[in-house]
């Protein structure tokens, strides 16, 4: 007989958080999705009036990299996520892996420990672009900020497991897409829900992507983080988490 | 370590298993055992139920009923204590398509406090050829080496293949069929389904012919070769014109080989249309006894061929030969 032990479930973790940030940062869509398209974002808002936003007095940049950090956390979290899992499900990517000893939980937390490696990446780059456009967030809110980010993380993070543990890999691709493209527009992200038309108004702060960029602009703004918005994202996270535990399945 | 009523035959031990999609039996009441230093193949046509078989085995599905131990322990229950010592290569590969080749199976080790050394490995299954070259783009034989390395890595005690031959060239087979010696060697149980005859007759020590989720046959290869009275002496196979009377070819090859061979026992069918196969006590003299018989029928053999009853035989006669 051979004799067979495996590595410390924390090695196991850190090697898959690993592989999982640089399959991400390696893959060319993946890329523009999270980097690219919310630094264009950024500096397309910021130095051009394209897009009229009411920004209650404040310097435009001060105003726009909130909503951009919060689109970055679900680019991340929800759209790249549930794209890697859906197709890594479809390639039984996550059976095979759950053989060996990292297992189902490990995987799990290989995962979200790769998202949150790649918003680090993020919120690094997109802060320096916005820096160097003149950003000057409330420092006091840098760590509400952490945490608004973190809970966002997790209800997109359980979103997207969700989407990815149910439908079909090319599905998600699309739902995926059309759902980050319908909170960017309308889910008040970036432009407040209070200035959207009609009825979005009242719907989007109760929208995960609503609470979280209400969030983070009362955190960075200097305003302080609405209680709705920790609610709403504790709702959400705790609804999707349920779901999705309920009904991902692996095959 | 679970205490069970009956103590586990060895590495691998499978009572009346049971697992049903949609209210359809995909594997109804299967038996089957391993043993560690042996390979056993589950030989059975697609939708046999093997690959379910298998994954029950290796803990990814919940078994409707029956009991599955594997090192004498459950796969579902007992996951966290057996997946460091078994080996999983999966039908479908499971290998993410975006990394390259040498990185996937370096990471995979990673899961080992004492994996196999990944370049000695590599270079046994020839994977350094491909190994910076993404899995997307590697051929159906490549990704097969790739998931065999992966399933031994880690240095398992049982290793579960499906299918692993599938799409492979003869001399990636080889390679392969090389690695699961050296296993069995060095005290593996290697659980391998299959459908190919050729892998299962030279590479297994049992073989569990599987069909509708039970399993139909079991031994090893020369017990389910040998059936009764013929044994695995050879056969003699034809094809000419079909519906020849074949129960005159038994009475003709009595009489006509009486005084070579005694005791005739001669049996003759017609297997498919055009296609005969006559079992019985096989001399040179029979081969003249039968194209005299197709003389006197005037009937042209396209072709005559001796030799011994081959697994696919076995397998075909047991399965069935419909499509499906």
Redesign the interface.
Known sequence: MTSSSPAPARRRVAAQAMFETRAILRNGEQLLVTIVVPVLLLVGLVRTSVVDLDTGGVDRVDFVTPGILALACVTTAFTSQSIATAFDRRNGVLRLLATTPLGRGGLLAGKILGVLAVEAVQVVVIGAVALALGWQPTLAGILPAVVLGLLGTAAFTALALLLAGTLRAEGVLAVANLVLVLLVVGGGLIVPPTALPGPLAHLAAFLPSGALGEGLRGALLGTGVPPLSVVVLLAWTAALGAGASKLFRWH | MPITETPPRGAVDVRGLRKTYGGRDVVDGLDLQAT?GAVTAVLGPNGAGKTTTVECC????SPDGGRVRVLGLDPVTD??AL????G?M?Q????????RALEMLR??A?????PRDVDELAERLGLHAFGRTTVRRLSGGQRQRL?LA?AVV????VVFLDEPSAGMDPQSRHAVWDLVRELRA???AVVLTTHMMDEAEDLADVVHVVDHGRVIASGDVQELLSDGASGSAPRIRFATRPGLPVGDLTAHLDVHLTRTVPDGGWSATEAEPGEYVVAGPVAPAALAALAGWLAEHDALATRVTVGRRTLEDVFLDLTGRHLR
């Open positions: 560690a290796e803990g990814l599905r996951a966290a997946r460091p010592r078994v999983v999966l479908d590969g499971g290998l993410p398509t975006g990394v990471h995979v990673r899961m080992y406090a004492a998931a992966a880690g240095r398992p005690d060095d005290g593996v």
